[in-house]
């Protein structure tokens, strides 16, 4: 079975632009969980998605915002990017959110 | 709040050495305790993890991890090391049962696997 997947891979922004990744969860999964990791650091809990509402949510600025899809797949969108936005975006999914989550291969994001 | 606690951002063992890595918590309510490894330019995989019942956990690739409640410590253990042991290793603490559960992560702790 397919795990979580993530697209792009790989992406270069400028300050000031608007970027959109997103995340397939593992078949069967119902909630979706976006996580922040700087270099050198663990990651940081953005948000939490299950069966499209929004379960949870980190300590982040309204820039940052998600949404899931009726399939359960899901976006996080992040406005006015700034260069402290450089990270490795993890997505995460699990049956229903309060159980072991499961990670996708994170989308590195470079602004410049 | 919730917390994680990992000393030693950097640990360097010999082949064939004990690998332990230390992992602290801070919780209000019972948790639930991970252990993830993450290897260059990838995603985190599930090592292991504590949800109820007994308290010394066996995960994949030889590690294991005991659960001790009066001493609020979540330690990953392998008796052996090998060289495709290096990598970072992260430990992380949920609510549990929780919906809509994060999990907070410790900072980490990157393991050297010398010949």
């Known amino acids: 079975d397919a795990g979580v997947t993530q697209s792009p891979t790989h992406l270069i922004k400028t300050r000031g632009q608007h970027v959109t990744l997103r995340c397939s969860p593992i078949?069967?999964?119902?909630?979706v969980s976006w996580y922040q990791q700087v270099l050198g650091q663990g990651p940081q809990f953005i948000f939490q998605?299950?069966?499209?509402?929004?379960?949870g949510r980190g300590n982040f600025p309204d820039r940052f915002s998600a949404r899931q899809f009726p399939n359960y797949s899901s976006e996080l969108n992040v406005n006015a990017l700034l260069l402290g936005d450089s990270a490795l975006y993890l997505c995460?999914?699990?049956?229903?959110?309060?159980?072991?989550?499961?990670f996708g291969p994170g989308t590195r994001l470079l602004v410049l | 709040a919730q917390s994680v606690t990992q000393l030693g951002s950097h640990v360097s063992v010999s082949e064939g050495a004990l690998v332990l890595l230390r992992c602290n918590y801070s919780?209000?309510?019972?948790?639930?305790l991970f252990w993830y490894v993450q290897y260059p330019n990838q995603g985190l995989q599930l090592l292991l993890k504590?949800?109820?019942?007994?308290?010394l956990v066996k995960g994949i690739n030889g590690f294991e991890a005991e659960f001790k409640k009066s001493e609020t410590s979540f330690h990953l253990t392998k008796p052996s090391a090998h060289m495709s042991d290096a990598a970072e290793y992260f430990c992380?603490?949920?609510?549990?049962?929780?919906?809509?559960?994060?999990?907070?992560f410790g900072g980490g702790t990157r393991v050297l696997v010398k010949p």
């Open positions: 995460a999914s699990s049956l229903h959110g309060g159980e072991t989550q499961y």
């Open positions: 078949s069967g999964h119902k909630s």
């Open positions: 998605y299950y069966e499209k509402e929004e379960r």
């Open positions: 919780s209000s309510v019972p948790p639930y």
């Open positions: 504590y949800t109820t019942g007994a308290t």
């Open positions: 992380a603490v949920s609510k549990q049962g929780a919906a809509g559960n994060k999990l907070t």
